[in-house]
């Protein structure tokens, strides 16, 4: 089983729905990210989380709601998007959270705003 | 604030050829970390390298080398007898102390066969 998974792959929503992004990591790590990849922009970090409690936060519209109940599940929650919110979100873990480490990623949902 | 370059947008060679993959990296920390990605079509990024600022020693693994110049601010990246699966996008990271990770936009490398 891959480290980091993933639910689910691909999603379409309108902007009106709401639904929420899964993220599992089976590596027994303390740190967890979400990252916003889109067409033509570089990798874009959402949040951070260490230890449950979230460190970071790069200003991200509060239609992005994020959850972490334990080390090892993420969440992103959806709400009333925009068609430019159309991207890959990409969860990550690390051993711990600092510059040292090394991150382990997902394989992405898809997500498409109609 | 820190910023990675990585000019080549793609890069289109033929098997067995070697290629490298250029990264410039701006900081204003002493202390810093580099990273190298690999993310495939599958779409996951995969860890490659990572290398401290203190640490200039040139790296190689299998097909794989790094080098990182501290005086030029690059750490580039040379496959070897390069091969079709190795087509996929690369990342260059940097971290600084304050743990924050800045991604460079990515070079698309396709290897034809």
């Known amino acids: 089983e891959t480290g980091v998974t993933q639910t689910p792959r691909h999603l379409v929503m309108g902007m009106t729905n709401k639904k929420s992004l899964k993220c599992e990591q089976h590596l027994g790590h303390n740190a967890m990210y979400w990252y916003k990849q889109s067409a033509k922009k570089p990798l874009e970090l959402m949040f951070v989380?260490?230890?449950?409690?979230?460190?970071e936060n790069n200003s991200v519209p509060s239609r992005f709601s994020p959850e972490c109940p334990n080390s090892s599940h993420l969440f992103l929650h959806l709400h009333t998007l925009q068609p430019e919110d159309s991207a890959l979100y990409l969860c990550a873990s690390s051993p711990g959270q600092g510059p040292y480490y090394e991150q382990y990623f997902g394989p992405g949902t898809r997500l498409t705003v109609t | 604030a820190q910023k990675v370059t990585q000019a080549q947008t793609e890069i289109s060679v033929v098997e067995k050829e070697d290629v490298t993959l250029d990264c410039v990296y701006e900081t204003r920390d002493t202390t810093y970390y580099l990273f190298w990605y690999k993310q495939p079509p599958s779409g996951e990024l995969v860890f490659l390298i990572r290398r401290n600022s203190f640490d200039e020693q040139n790296e190689i693994s299998g097909r794989y080398s790094w080098n990182f110049q501290k005086s030029t601010s690059s750490f580039n990246f040379t496959i070897t007898a390069s091969q079709v699966v190795d087509s996929a996008v690369y990342f260059c990271a940097l971290s600084e102390h304050a743990g924050k990770s800045t991604f460079g936009d990515g070079t698309t490398l396709t290897v034809k066969p």
């Open positions: 989380y260490s230890l449950e409690e979230r460190v």
